[in-house]
């Protein structure tokens, strides 16, 4: 009988695991009111939030993927100036497209956009739904969920890395953020107080981001002093706020060494276009190979692509970061004589302008163009 008793009594980790959950899902609740009113007098005026067009809403969003605000401001206003509708995008030369990308890395994102722009316009609209807007190129859960509440007034939360670690802050979570399950279980947390005021719908979701954008930011202390949120945060009130949120550590890049050739012939350069599949494909580079080449070694590759050097001019050591992939590479500057592979392309001053260059290539591109522009100059005064 006592066994039976003592069974039959509330276990007492049940119960803090349930008054715990209460009390997160309290304060979860009562954060909307006070995030919403924030933001509507705090919120940094852009141009993405003065519409409901969800071209531009969607084009914005694309853009924001791994890029800072500053940095796409000035492509977001130039790329809807060459396309201002989703049918000019659709129809738009690719070489055009990735020449307006050039600088914002991630080509895969603007071929995505013009893939999905196509299919947009052969249906006569955006889709409305979530599921539908999910099924787009280039489209994640994020991504429909921010166009769904923004441009259609949908209830979606959308959850990035700005609103994982605002939430883990004020739940105090310490899981880790950069798994699957996590993600999952904030983005219930979030859909399930989501406001029902219809003027509320569209903005609930840029408020939780700006939130983790410009308060409870990134790379160093959240500035709790200025946070609508601060007498809820649990982060706070524990003292883990700075600790969270938790993430696996990252792998290490893989570093990679090249040879790039800023190769010089008759007031032109020599680029070619990278294969059509894998790390910046399509995209106009500057031969190169897959090694660090000394002095010594490296007329050997001139010759191999049936060139003559005639004069090395420069050494330029560069290196470029990707997500996974660290460059690092050794170029050289020469004038040239010869044809080259059938694949090289000679190109001025202008033409090489013409032409989506990846920044990965930005320190041989900018010398490119100052030696061409100084061949031009120099002709120009010998005709005089």
């Excluded at 276990?11 to 304060?27: F, I, V």
């Excluded at 050039?102 to 999905?116: F, I, P, T, V």
């Excluded at 807007?133 to 994640?140: D, E, R, S």
């Excluded at 441009?151 to 899981?175: Q, T, Y």
Aim: include cysteine; hydrophobic fraction near 45%.
């Amino acid at each position: 009988m006592r066994g039976i008793f003592w069974a039959l009594l509330p276990n007492p980790a049940l119960l803090c695991y349930n008054a715990a959950m209460e009390q997160k899902k309290r304060n979860l609740e009562s954060a909307v009111q006070p995030l919403l009113d924030w933001y509507r007098l705090s919120a940094r005026d852009l141009p993405w939030r003065k519409t409901r067009d969800p071209y531009r809403i969607w084009v914005s969003e694309i853009m924001l993927q791994q890029t800072r605000v500053a940095a796409v401001l000035g492509y977001y206003a130039r790329f809807l100036d060459a396309f201002p509708s989703v049918e000019a995008l659709a129809q738009s030369p690719e070489d055009q497209l990735l020449k307006l990308w050039e600088g914002l890395g991630y080509y895969s994102r603007a071929r995505n956009l013009q893939k999905a722009a196509q299919m947009v316009a052969e249906r006569g609209g955006f889709p409305e739904d979530y599921p539908g807007l999910l099924a787009l190129p280039g489209v994640g859960e994020y991504t429909a969920a921010a166009i769904a509440s923004a441009a259609f007034g949908k209830r979606e939360a959308a959850v990035d890395g700005n609103v994982l670690r605002v939430i883990a802050r004020l739940l105090d979570c310490h899981d880790d953020i950069t798994a699957p399950q996590t993600k999952k279980k904030i983005r219930a947390h979030v859909q399930a107080v989501f406001p029902e005021a219809p003027e509320d719908v569209p903005i609930f979701n840029q408020a939780l981001m700006e939130l983790g954008a410009t308060v409870c930011a990134p790379n160093g202390p959240p500035k709790c002093l200025l946070c609508p949120l601060r007498t809820l945060c649990l982060g706070l009130a524990r003292g883990t706020a700075e600790a969270l949120p938790v993430k696996a550590p990252k792998k290490a890049r893989r570093v990679e060494e090249k040879t790039v050739f800023l190769l010089l012939r008759d007031g032109k350069a020599a680029l070619r276009k990278r294969p059509p599949g894998g790390l910046l494909a399509g995209l106009w580079e500057f031969p190169n190979t897959d090694e660090a080449l000394d002095e010594n070694a490296a007329p050997s590759v001139i010759s191999g692509w049936g060139l003559e050097a005639r004069s090395w001019r420069a050494k330029l050591a560069a290196k470029h970061i990707f997500t996974h992939v660290e460059w690092r590479m050794t170029g050289y500057t020469l004038a040239v004589s010869g044809e080259g592979p059938p694949d090289f392309v000679w190109m001025n001053a202008a033409e090489l302008k013409a032409h989506a260059v990846p920044s990965a290539f930005a320190r041989y591109y900018a010398e490119a163009l100052k030696a061409l522009e100084r061949e031009e100059e120099n002709g120009i005064l010998e005709k005089e």
